[in-house]
């Protein structure tokens, strides 16, 4: 069952930007990479194949229940903490009081395992313009064959970053088990009009159905012209006991 921490809902579908694009790219080379597996192989990621989202992609290592740890990460990550993130704690990127949404998505991710979708929020300072974010972590298999490895990225968005390092806090965190053999149910995209793509607009009202593969029904057959053992088959006995 889908959940959310803190029962604090994110209605994905309606961001837009560069996070929600990011985001929604990875997680589809993620799917295709699963080949109706329950998650891909640490192994099968190549780089080539997230070339746009490499500046905010990542690739953690599990070290211990809720902990994950860089073994890559992009730019965008180093920029942010004024510093190489690598062998550094995810958690290190977050204030104290987002620690422990961060500690329970990471669970998640690699018991159940579970994507988690959280968004974030850097509050302004002097010097630091505030920064909202989006970071989405989806789990992976070791060479050993267990779930101990994830790729993510995170992408902040704002004016300018100011001083490093950016810490964040959790303002919602989205987590979505993982069902083998299925695509994992993503964000609900906003509805579109038929007319703007090319449909004609729904009708409301009554008109004539034109169904042409269905046959035109045969016409009444006069009682004379049948047999004796079709007449007789028209009839039905009525019981009043």
Request: proline share 10%; aromatic share 6%.
């Given at each position: 069952?889908d959940?959310d ?8 579908g309606?961001?837009a930007g560069?996070?929600m694009?990011?985001?929604s ?8 990479l699963?080949?109706g597996?329950?998650v891909?192989a640490r192994a099968d990621?190549d780089?080539r194949g997230?070339e ?8 953690l290592e599990?070290v211990a229940p809720?902990?994950g740890r860089?073994?890559?990460?992009g730019?965008?990550?180093?920029d942010?903490?004024g ?8 958690t ?12 329970e ?6 018991d159940e395992?579970?994507?988690?979708d959280?968004?974030l929020v ?5 010097g630091?313009?505030?920064l909202?974010a989006?970071?989405?972590i989806?789990p992976m298999?070791?060479d050993?064959g267990?779930i101990?490895?994830?790729l993510g990225?995170?992408?902040a968005?704002g004016d300018s ?8 806090e959790?303002l919602?965190a ?5 069902l083998?053999g299925a695509p ?16 004609d607009?729904p009708f409301?009202?009554s ?9 035109a ?13 079709e007449r007789?088959a028209?009839?039905?006995v009525i019981s009043?006991?």
């Amino acid at each position: 069952m889908d959940r959310d921490i803190d029962d604090k809902v994110i209605h994905f579908g309606a961001q837009a930007g560069l996070g929600m694009q990011i985001a929604s790219e990875l997680r589809a080379y993620w799917e295709a990479l699963r080949r109706g597996r329950l998650v891909p192989a640490r192994a099968d990621v190549d780089p080539r194949g997230i070339e746009r989202a490499l500046e905010y992609a990542f690739i953690l290592e599990r070290v211990a229940p809720g902990m994950g740890r860089f073994r890559l990460a992009g730019m965008h990550l180093n920029d942010l903490m004024g510093m190489e993130v690598r062998g550094m704690p995810l958690t290190a990127l977050f204030a104290p009081q987002g620690r422990k949404h961060v500690t329970e998505a990471l669970e998640a991710v690699f018991d159940e395992p579970a994507i988690a979708d959280l968004r974030l929020v850097s509050e302004g300072a002097l010097g630091r313009p505030r920064l909202e974010a989006r970071l989405l972590i989806l789990p992976m298999k070791s060479d050993l064959g267990d779930i101990t490895r994830a790729l993510g990225c995170l992408v902040a968005e704002g004016d300018s970053f100011g001083r490093p390092p950016r810490r964040f806090e959790v303002l919602a965190a989205h987590v979505e088990p993982v069902l083998a053999g299925a695509p994992t149910p993503g964000p609900l995209p906003l509805p579109v009009r038929p007319e703007a793509i090319g449909l004609d607009a729904p009708f409301f009202g009554s008109r004539p159905l034109d169904l042409p593969e269905f046959e035109a029904p045969l016409a009444a057959r006069p009682l004379s012209d049948c047999s004796p053992e079709e007449r007789r088959a028209m009839f039905r006995v009525i019981s009043n006991a």
